[in-house]
C-alpha cells in the first residue's frame, strides 16, 4: 500500500512540476514603442542557423543570425552574429525558424552577449505595419523619455505630462490593438507627451495631444 501511495505522489508531484513549467512564463503586454526604448539592441535579421549549447538546466539556444539593419545599438554591439535565448519556452525561451523570414529581433545584451526571450519584442518583420516599421527607423527614439501607461479598466487617466495613455487593452483582449500598430508616444516642445500617427516627420505645433 504504501508503494502505491508513493507512486501516486511521484505521478501527482509531476503533474505539478509540468503545470508549474507550464505557466512559468508570463508577460504583461508592451507597446512596441517600449519595447524599443527599453532594449539594448534592435536589429532587423534572418536567423541561418541554431545550435542548443548545453549550459543551465534546459540549455541555452544559440541562434546565428545575418543582420539586415540595425535600429538601435550601435554603442552596445556595432553587430550581432549570435542570439541567445532559454531552450524552454516555459522559461520564456523563443523558437525563431532557421532560414525563412526575417524577424525583428530585440534584447538585451549580458557579458557581451545578446538575449531575447518571449517578454521581448521578436516578429516576423512581414507582420509588422507601416506605422511600426516607421516607428523603429524615426519615431520611436523621439519618444524614449516618455512613458506609456496601459489602460486595463475604466477609469484611467494621465498622472503627468510626459504620459501617453495605452487603451489597446479594453478592447483587444491582450492582442496588439490600434495603438500599438498605428501609433507613437512622442514628446512635444511644450514637455507634454502625446500620441504621434502620420507619414510626415511630426510637427511639434500641431500634434493633437488628444488624438487618438
Wanted: positive net charge; charged residues 20%; contains cysteine.
Amino acid at each position: 500500500m504504501s508503494r502505491c501511495v508513493l507512486s501516486l505522489l511521484v505521478v501527482l508531484c509531476s503533474w505539478s512540476l509540468s503545470d508549474l513549467m507550464l505557466e512559468a512564463c508570463t508577460c504583461v503586454p508592451i507597446h512596441p514603442q517600449d519595447a524599443f526604448c527599453n532594449s539594448d539592441i534592435v536589429i532587423r535579421a534572418k536567423v541561418v542557423g541554431k545550435k542548443l549549447m548545453k549550459d543551465g538546466p534546459f540549455g541555452t539556444m544559440q541562434y546565428t543570425v545575418k543582420q539586415m539593419k540595425m535600429y538601435r545599438g550601435f554603442d552596445k554591439m556595432p553587430h550581432v552574429q549570435y542570439i541567445y535565448t532559454e531552450a524552454s519556452e516555459s522559461l520564456c525561451g523563443v523558437k525563431l525558424e532557421v532560414n525563412k523570414y526575417q524577424y525583428l529581433i530585440t534584447g538585451r545584451v549580458y557579458d557581451g552577449k545578446v538575449y531575447t526571450g518571449l517578454c521581448n519584442l521578436n516578429e516576423k518583420w512581414d507582420r509588422l505595419t507601416l506605422s511600426q516599421r516607421k516607428g523603429l527607423n524615426h519615431r520611436y527614439h523621439l519618444g524614449c523619455g516618455c512613458k506609456i501607461k496601459p489602460c486595463y479598466y475604466l477609469p484611467c487617466f494621465v498622472t503627468s505630462k510626459n504620459e501617453c495613455l495605452w487603451t489597446d487593452m479594453l478592447s483587444s483582449f491582450g492582442q496588439p490593438g490600434y495603438q500599438s500598430k498605428h501609433y507613437a508616444c512622442i514628446k512635444q516642445k511644450e514637455g507634454y507627451c502625446s500620441w504621434y500617427r502620420g507619414w510626415a516627420p511630426p510637427d511639434k505645433t500641431t500634434i493633437n495631444a488628444t488624438d487618438p
